[in-house]
């Protein structure tokens, strides 16, 4: 499973994707890192997450942060 996540200025929406089926398995909005962490986790749980796909107009600090985070908590490769 893919997760795709849209990093705005304000909210953070993401999706699960079955990457072999193109099907959006889960979605949601977080208002923060920490948000969407606890949503990926809860989601890892009963879905493999294999990898992440992220686009973001944050800076580029904010960016690296939240990409770090993903790969430390989550243990995917994120491609920016």
């Known amino acids: 499973m ?8 304000s ?3 993401w999706r699960v994707v079955d990457g072999s089926k193109s099907v ?11 948000e969407l962490i606890s949503a ?3 989601i890892g749980r009963t879905i493999s997450l294999r ?4 686009v973001s107009v944050r800076s580029d600090e904010e960016t690296a942060q939240l ?8 243990g995917i490769k994120v491609q920016c």
């Open 24 to 34: 959006i398995c889960s979605m949601g909005i977080a208002a923060s890192n920490e």
């Open 40 to 42: 990926l986790d809860e």
């Open 11 to 13: 909210f953070i929406k």
């Open 67 to 74: 990409h770090e985070l993903l790969v430390q908590n989550l």
């Open 51 to 54: 990898r992440g796909r992220l």
């Open 2 to 9: 893919i997760v795709e996540l849209d990093c705005g200025n």
